[in-house]
């Protein structure tokens, strides 16, 4: 049940599962201690990074990358795994820029973004992170000119969302 789900989600741009169960895909284990979000495969080098937002129950946030083979099955990346801001950050999306050089996610809990440059070898660099110009940057998508447009939910606030633009760059 699992692999048939797997393969027919393998090619979705949006996953987002709550995983409550010990899961051994292709000899990778998924534990359910944690919310796993995928936002966009990398097209050129089928690269699917997931947040493991594992914070909440005793673990530690970070991100991790797969890579998708041909058959729709995924392998871990080696090295791969990058650390957020904050152990436990409510991570809240994760997605590539539109030219796949890097790797945007943002963080409800400390009200930052994080840009990874995305290496060669499918690994992220070096988290650089910004912090976001209203609180609790939560869904992003790009606009024009491949600006990074962040919603921005003012603590859950009634009324006081915002819009912000960002220019993701070296």
Request: glycine share 12%; with cysteine; net charge neutral.
């Amino acid at each position: 049940l699992v692999a048939q789900a797997a393969q027919r989600l393998a090619n979705e741009k949006q996953i987002s599962a709550e995983l409550r169960y010990k899961i051994d895909a292709s000899g990778h284990e998924l534990l359910g201690t944690g919310r796993y979000l995928q936002q966009g495969i990398g097209e050129d080098r089928n690269l699917l990074y997931v947040l493991n937002a594992g914070g909440s129950v005793g673990a530690v946030d970070n991100v991790s990358g797969f890579r998708v083979r041909d058959d729709c099955s995924v392998a871990p990346i080696a090295g791969s795994a990058r650390p957020l801001s904050a152990p436990n950050s409510a991570p809240a999306q994760a997605s590539f820029t539109p030219d796949g050089k890097y790797l945007v996610v943002t963080e409800k809990a400390t009200n930052i973004i994080n840009t990874y440059r995305v290496n060669p070898n499918g690994t992220l660099g070096a988290p650089r992170s910004q912090a976001s110009a209203q609180p609790t940057p939560f869904g992003f998508n790009f606009g024009r000119r491949d600006l990074l447009l962040v919603s921005e939910a003012a603590g859950g606030a009634p009324g006081q969302g915002a819009l912000s633009s960002y220019r993701v760059d070296d």
